[in-house]
């Protein structure tokens, strides 16, 4: 079925003790995307996944990794996920120490680079990098665990930044995916969605919804969540 965004699944909100099959059943159940959380437990009060486990996970689908690195300092990790397969590897502006230089060794590795704003970071700071973004992530919990509740204030920021991205466009600029993540469900995925996001991240939505993984992000795009029987 046709749609346009892209729903990526947290694998945060996974059972950790079967991260391959979890995996396979958000690639079965129409994922666009696998988002992958790595928390450092000094950038953020959480320590999560590792390149080896990005590794070990690449085997279980082709579908793009979404690497989001909440890491500080991010430059020595970025050729570790690189070559344990991430696709996409966004960075926070604010891990340092030099963002400008971490987006290009990301997409001189040939992946595609992000960088991401936490909900109390201005929308200027996309302005400097934009021509080196493939994607932009408006956080809108703040960073490190999942399960939290959407803050309604960053709607602006994604409008915000939607308008800077058209313009850019307009410009002859390359396409930029805005993606939201945190506390994303059916109903704020639709508030996302007319402020102009293209991808969204959903961990508790997808894992701990109400029904199938298949129908969480049926859900999450808008369509009818009625089971097949
Ligand atoms: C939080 C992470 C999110 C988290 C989202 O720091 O970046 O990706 O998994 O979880 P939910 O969708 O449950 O808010
Ligand atoms: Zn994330």
Redesign the pocket.
């Known amino acids: 079925m046709p749609h346009n965004v892209l729903i990526s699944p947290?694998i945060?909100?996974a059972d950790f003790a079967a991260l391959g099959q979890a995996v396979r059943d958000i690639d079965a159940a129409g994922a666009d995307m696998i988002?992958i959380?790595v928390?450092d437990n000094h950038y953020?009060p959480?320590l999560t996944i590792g390149p080896m486990v990005v590794k070990a996970l690449r085997k279980h689908t082709t579908k793009p990794f979404d690497v989001?690195l909440?890491v500080s300092p991010v430059d020595a990790l970025i050729p570790m996920f690189l070559d344990a397969g991430a696709d996409y590897i966004t960075v926070h502006p604010d891990a340092g120490p030099h963002l400008h230089r971490s987006l290009q060794s990301i997409r001189d590795g040939g992946a595609k680079a992000g960088i991401v704003l936490n909900p109390g970071a201005p929308v200027e700071q996309l302005d400097p990098v934009i021509d080196l973004c493939d994607q932009v992530m408006v956080?809108s919990?703040?960073?490190?665990?999942?399960?939290?509740s959407?803050i309604p204030s960053q709607l602006d920021k994604i409008a915000a930044i939607r308008a800077r991205i058209d313009a850019h466009v307009a410009k002859g600029g390359q396409d930029i995916l805005l993606q939201v993540?945190?506390?994303?469900?059916p109903t704020t995925a639709q508030d996302c969605i007319r402020a102009g996001a293209t991808s969204l991240?959903?961990?508790?939505?997808?894992f701990?919804g109400a029904g199938t993984y298949a129908e969480n992000i049926a859900a999450l795009r808008g369509q009818n969540v009625s089971r097949v029987a």
Do not use: E, I, R, T
């Open positions: 947290s945060l909100s988002h959380d928390m953020v959480n989001h909440m956080m919990v703040n960073p490190g665990f999942g399960g939290q959407f993540d945190g506390g994303v469900n991240v959903a961990g508790s939505a997808v701990k």
